[in-house]
């Protein structure tokens, strides 16, 4: 009689276990990835330089190669799906994909209900001149001097608390042909797309003179609760930027190291 108490003790024991593995499994994200052996990659595919097709219609950009990076580092395939950036956070939230890659600002409302790896890219505002200005050094030269922005855009604010006047303009290609053909002194635009159009045409005669202290960063975005894979993204990230491998994608895409 003890021995069959026994018995069927050790299977109700068994199975509790192999039910609590269960429920820790359907819990751990990383732990499904990895049996699955694929990372879902969430990203837009028309977001140049950072997610694009090029010419031949691969997907690309600096985006796409950290992803990719990423689940190579984790032992996985990156499976990347496309969706139009209204739809992004959205698509995270249906779990059609792990992970979001598209350089996604973090901000304190985002991370009230998504989780962020660490920081990959930073990035601030910058102030863009003409070569040969040599009048422009900082962003309180800016009082009284013309510059070309969008009017209703965070740069149009920034240029006008310097006390410059504001060119309308419609975007930031507009805005360097204005400084090209010297009709403006100035215009304030992000870092990395200034960096980007620096590297399609470094024969363009306009430079950076300055950086303003406010910058932003952005991180690959998870649903809440991906903690294992936080970490283990976070690791990968870290061994990347460790071993030159992050250097090395970030000066193809912009000329210099944009982590920081």
Same mark, same amino acid.
């Given at each position: 009689?003890?021995?069959?108490? @026994?018995?069927?003790?050790?299977?109700?024991?068994?199975?509790?276990?192999?039910?609590?593995?269960?429920?820790?499994?359907?819990?751990?994200?990383?732990?499904?990835?990895?049996?699955?052996?694929?990372?879902?990659?969430?990203?837009?595919?028309?977001?140049?330089?950072?997610?694009?097709?090029?010419?031949?219609?691969?997907?690309?950009?600096?985006?796409?190669?950290?992803?990719?990076?990423?689940?190579?580092? @984790?032992?996985?395939?990156?499976?990347?799906?496309?969706?139009?950036?209204?739809?992004?956070?959205?698509? @995270?939230?249906?779990?059609?994909?792990?992970?979001?890659?598209?350089?996604?600002?973090?901000?304190?409302?985002?991370?009230?209900?998504?989780?962020?790896?660490?920081?990959?890219?930073?990035?601030?505002?910058?102030?863009?001149?003409?070569?040969?200005?040599?009048? @422009?050094?900082?962003?309180?030269?800016?009082?009284?001097?013309?510059?070309?922005?969008?009017?209703?855009?965070?740069?149009?604010?920034?240029?006008?608390?310097?006390?410059?006047?504001?060119?309308?303009?419609?975007?930031?290609?507009?805005?360097?042909?204005?400084?090209?053909?010297?009709?403006?002194?100035?215009?304030?635009?992000?870092?990395?797309?200034?960096?980007?159009?620096?590297?399609?045409?470094?024969?363009?005669?306009?430079?950076?003179?300055?950086?303003?202290?406010?910058?932003?960063?952005?991180?690959?975005?998870?649903?809440?609760?991906?903690?294992?894979?936080?970490?283990?993204?976070?690791?990968?990230?870290?061994?990347?930027?460790?071993?030159?491998?992050?250097?090395?994608?970030?000066?193809?895409?912009?000329?210099?190291?944009?982590?920081?």
């Amino acid at each position: 009689m003890k021995k069959w108490l @026994l018995m069927i003790a050790l299977f109700i024991i068994g199975v509790l276990l192999t039910g609590c593995g269960q429920n820790e499994k359907e819990n751990d994200l990383f732990a499904q990835i990895k049996e699955k052996g694929e990372l879902k990659i969430g990203t837009e595919g028309t977001y140049p330089p950072f997610t694009f097709h090029d010419e031949t219609g691969e997907l690309t950009g600096f985006d796409v190669e950290i992803a990719k990076e990423v689940a190579k580092r @984790l032992g996985v395939k990156p499976v990347f799906v496309e969706t139009q950036w209204d739809a992004m956070f959205a698509g @995270l939230d249906a779990k059609r994909f792990d992970m979001i890659a598209n350089q996604v600002g973090i901000r304190p409302d985002r991370q009230e209900k998504y989780d962020f790896s660490d920081p990959y890219i930073t990035s601030a505002a910058v102030l863009v001149v003409h070569k040969e200005n040599q009048q @422009l050094k900082s962003f309180d030269d800016l009082k009284g001097k013309k510059a070309a922005q969008s009017m209703t855009s965070n740069y149009a604010d920034l240029a006008r608390s310097y006390g410059a006047e504001v060119v309308g303009v419609e975007g930031f290609n507009q805005a360097i042909e204005l400084l090209n053909s010297k009709r403006v002194d100035a215009t304030i635009n992000d870092k990395l797309s200034v960096l980007d159009f620096l590297k399609q045409k470094p024969d363009a005669p306009i430079q950076i003179v300055a950086t303003h202290d406010d910058a932003s960063q952005s991180g690959l975005m998870f649903r809440k609760g991906s903690d294992t894979l936080v970490e283990a993204v976070n690791k990968a990230l870290k061994e990347m930027m460790e071993d030159g491998t992050y250097a090395k994608i970030s000066e193809k895409w912009f000329g210099e190291d944009v982590s920081k």
